[in-house]
């Protein structure tokens, strides 16, 4: 299938990579480049970095609600983009599922609830997990380009709603759950030592508090484990499409191959390769050189360079082969590295170009 | 800098920067680099995915247990490194077994019981890594340790999580635990950050970021800062006699304007830190003995 074709048929695409590899920028111009074809396109970012905002040349910070993109011009589609802010979207979660205020006073002012809900391991997953299908059902868009954390968070971003279901399905969670008040003594003998064990880790202290955030979260469960279904249902869709995005260096390379196995572990495929900063090569020296020019310290200095530059667009070929098989038949798009940064709407344009042009000639 | 002055300036060294700067990398030269001068040198790997094995040329996947590396080229005798992985699950279990519930550990293991603990206390994950590395630090396993960080912005939530641990929970061994690690991350005589990055925009702005969040938020010290995959060539004469449009002038072309990208950005990050700064060349190669041999010459120019 084509990348034209993916961003035709798609309603999620999940944007996978290492940081530094340009993933949000790439995730912005996948948002440029669908929104130019007629799409209605939103862009989250859940990276810490508010790189998507400078990428888009917005001097005001992303908030957690959907803004429109003026530039770079997307017609006659649309371009929207936000920042996930976790806290808010679990305080939105919370709302939704309380019975009533008293009960979102309560697990507002929980010292666990607060705890978590800072950008503490997982939370940030479960949230954007959340926010995608809240967009997801949002009429104002058709398609939701999501840029995720770095390699590692971006599997536990996959794995989140999961991890969520088999948290609130686990034996010692109901367990835990069960006794209505009084603190360990009420445990059932054979949970004893487990409970122990967990007091022995986090202390009595945490563990008071978890349980007294489960005592008020009691009743919103089920609601939670309905949406966290609906989500594993969501990644899972033939409509949400996985593009890994990488750099053509060692380190990024084996990261993005680590993804490609996991998303096939996960039963999942790599939609499409995008490899982002491909040195561009040269032709070879050229015909036309004059022999005084050719004898020069300066013309020794050029021919060094032009050497260097396609030696190491060569290599670079050669270390993105392996990963370029392990994706086919899916498409790969080269992004070649630009003589400046990309950091404007401009630019980002340029790279829409690409990704659209690059994709049709591979595949024609 | 002398070079043993370097390495010695600190017990650990916790290397951190984003993804695709060669973090792995620095950390394995480095590491390597501190044992050809003859220290006794620990390399700890935090994330999961492959990487240092390849630099140490290690037949199989790093570990909880320690293996031996070869030290490529030893400068002095009575250098040692070494090299293990170490992930929250494993420190668990570790220190499960260390506070006499090991005789549970591994029901606990099998049950999915990090998921329970993480969320009950979140960063307790993160404590028990850093806690580990405190432990090894303490029996001095090692004259230095290098620690390749977590990727990406995980560092600054990695090395905040023993200060919000602290602050949250009440009592009991988490906090004494979560207190312990404040002090050493404290210490500079005992800890180090060492930022990597690379000669551009977005690498230098989140550079900047990372280090003014980690001396706010943690308030642990900087040593000198990596900037990798430095051209070394300054910019080309181009003759105005030659086509424009052949190959060998594109590629000049291309290359000053990367150059002066490059030097606008080093002058930048010295503007916004003043930190010393080590640059390493690009590596065409992935050997841990010729990372190594870069790292010293540039520790030598240093002030």
Redesign the interface.
Known sequence: MTFERILEKSSIIICCG????GKTTTAAAIGIAAARTGRRVVVVTI???K?LA?ALGLSTELGNEPHQIVSPPTAPGQLWAMMLDTQATFNEVVRTYSADKEQVERIMSN??F???S??????QEYMAAEKLFQLHADARFDLVVIDT?????ALNFLDAPN?LI??LD????RLLLTPARGGLKVFAAAMQ??VR???????????D??LAFFRAFDGMDTGFRQRAEQVVKLLRSPNTSYVVVT?P????I??AD?FVSKLHEEGLSTATLIINRIQ?S?????A???ER?GS?H??S??????DQ??R?AS?QALSIAGLVAHVAPAPVIYIP?F???V?NGESLGMVADHLVRDSSNLNN | MDQFTFFTASRIVIVAG????????VSAGLAMAAAQLGLRVLFVEL?????PE?IFGCAKPLGYDSIEIDVVDPQTGGGHLSARRITAQAA?SD??DN?G?GR?SR??MK???L????????????LLVLGKIKALEHERVADLIVVDG?????A??MLT?PR?LHQ????????QQAEEILELLADGARCQIMLVT?P????V??LV?TAFALEEEVGVQLGPLVINNVED?GE????G???PQ??????????N??IR?QSQEIARLAKSLALPTIALP?F?T?SGGVIASAVLGQIRLLA
């Open positions: 290492s940081g530094g590899v990276d810490p970095a790189r400078d010292r666990f607060r705890n978590i800072k950008n503490l391991s997982g939370t954390p770095p390699t590692r968070d991890r088999r948290f686990h034996r010692l969670y030592p487990i064990a967990i007091a022995r880790i986090v202390g009595t202290q945490a563990l508090d978890a750099s260096n060692l380190e990024t084996d990261e680590y561009p040269f032709a070879s020296i050229d036309d050189i004059n020019d020069t300066e013309f200095e050029l021919r060094r360079n032009l530059l396609n190491r290599d590295l003589a400046h940064d950091t | 984003k993804g695709g700067v060669g973090k792995t990398t994330d999961e995915k492959p990487g390849r668990l220190y499960l506070h519930l549970i029901r606990l049950s999915g019981i998921d329970i603990v993480a969320t009950a206390a979140p960063g307790i994950d993160d977590p990727a990406a912005g995980h600054v939530s999580a919000a949250s929970v009440g009592g009991g061994p988490i906090r690379l551009e925009t977005t690498p702005n989140e970021e060539h080309l004469f181009i003759s006699s030659l086509n052949s190959a060998i002038v594109r590629a000049a072309q291309f290359h304007s990367r990208l690009f065409p992935t």
